[in-house]
């Protein structure tokens, strides 16, 4: 049987590091598998859902190299949903209910007062048909949920292991409102099943869902697929990311030079039994994948844990790779090759070339520290002006070391220091041979 996968994000929002992980999951699992990956997109709500967050989640995916097979819209699919509440209906496993939000709210306070679970109590399934006549006109179209049969719901998680559920635990599921809206239960599982899904990964919040879901995907007469839930992130401290999300979009980790593999090599590790690794490439992180290597504990994400990773994505990259970036800045060509082998274990993110080609084009600020100042103005004065070579560093050194006795560390960390503004960077001799510019004081 061919593995089918989807990913099916909302377009109310961007796509978050949450979302990613989802995404990402079921993507690798596909690709490990020959099978096929779909782009779902989960659009039945008309005033939520904008092109605009369509765009986003394709030009995120894009990005980050996770490649759809095809793309489906709920939205042009309704009347599919509406097939599937018919025969829910014609079998006696939908019903219209009435309940205003207040009401159902007060049933819940009532059942917790009285040590019971907040289940709904199926007071709709006593209504004659005048009742409900009556009702509608009153209130409008009521909404409709899949009556559970109250038998316990099992099935082999791919993560979680081993789950049964008690539906008579489990409220019966509203799948359409009383505005005509299909929520996301009804229109999952009629795509799932007509799509021919084989493997459903997502959060573990949606357990009880996935329940309820098996249920109805049995009314209709479908194929049970597996499914695996993983853990949910949160913060660095354990805090929950919900109120974070908004500035955890892929959209702004782009913008603060995040490298898609980077991204992609901590969530295809993060929460699992295995090392976060590096990975350069898609056929890397697919043959490392293993779904059953995570566990069912929250999962620390610290979005700081992605500069250092792409640094090291970075240093290992050629100048074709960085070639149109280092050309932006008008780095010359004959000087690209030299300007790269420099920079490029120095930078934590490409936007970081910028301040080191700004202090070869025209220096540095420079550092000086009071008891060096008469030391510099003298090794200054030695130096000559520009252009400088690979071995300007070498021959100015000596020559300040012979005239001023200084060696050592105290010798080299004030011109450092002076030429750069800095303690730490590339080697001295490097930096001359780009430096456009003699250093002042």
Wanted: charge should be negative; aromatic fraction near 8%.
């Amino acid at each position: 049987m061919t593995t089918v996968t989807r990913f099916a994000p909302s377009p109310t929002g961007y796509l978050h590091v949450g979302n990613l992980r989802t995404a990402l999951f079921n993507y690798l699992i596909t690709r490990k598998a020959g099978g096929t990956f779909i782009l779902r997109l989960d659009d039945t709500d008309p005033e939520r859902s904008k092109q605009e967050y369509v765009d986003g989640i394709k030009q995120d995916l894009e990005w980050l190299g996770i490649e759809w097979d095809r793309v489906e819209r709920q939205s042009e699919r309704l009347e599919r949903y509406e097939d599937a509440a018919q025969k829910l209906r014609e079998i006696g496993r939908f019903y219209e209910c009435f309940e205003a939000p207040t009401e159902l709210d007060l049933k819940r306070k009532k059942q917790l007062n009285m040590g019971k679970p907040p289940v709904y109590d199926r007071a709709a399934l006593d209504l004659s048909e005048a009742e409900k006549d009556a009702l509608r006109a009153e209130r409008g179209q009521g909404h409709w949920r899949f009556k559970l049969d109250h038998e316990r719901i099992e099935w082999t998680d791919g993560i979680l292991g081993d789950i049964s559920i008690d539906a008579a635990s489990v409220s019966d599921p509203v799948l359409i409102r009383g505005d005509g809206q299909f929520l996301y239960t009804l229109a999952s599982v009629v795509d799932d099943t007509e799509m021919g899904v084989t493997n459903v990964v997502r959060g573990s919040d949606h357990v009880t869902n996935t329940a309820t879901q098996i249920q109805i995907i049995r009314a209709l007469g479908g194929d049970v697929p597996s499914f695996a839930h993983h853990s949910l992130l949160t913060g660095p401290q354990g805090e929950a990311l919900s109120k974070r999300l908004g500035t955890l979009a892929l959209r702004d980790l782009r913008e603060r030079g995040v490298e898609p593999f980077a991204l992609l090599s901590l969530m295809a590790r993060l929460g699992s039994s295995q090392p976060v690794e590096l990975c350069t490439s898609m056929d890397e992180l697919v043959d490392g994948f293993d779904i059953s290597n995570f566990g069912a504990a929250p999962t620390k994400f610290d979005e700081q844990d992605l500069f250092p990773l792409t640094a090291r994505y970075l240093h290992g990259l050629p100048l074709e790779a960085v070639a149109d970036d280092v050309a932006a800045l008008g780095v010359p060509a004959d000087k690209a090759e030299k300007f790269w082998s420099v920079v490029r274990e120095n930078i934590t993110v490409k936007g970081d070339m910028a301040g080191w080609w700004d202090l070869f084009q025209n220096g540095a600020t420079a550092v000086v520290d009071d008891e060096d100042a008469e030391f510099i103005a003298t090794a200054l004065s030695m130096l000559p002006e520009p252009p400088y070579g690979d071995n300007t560093w070498a021959t100015w050194t000596a020559e300040v070391k012979e005239a001023t006795g200084r060696k050592g560390k105290g010798l080299f960390m004030p011109l450092r220091k002076a030429v750069t503004g800095q303690a730490r960077g590339p080697e001295m001799a490097d930096v001359m041979a780009l430096l456009q510019t003699k250093p002042t004081v």
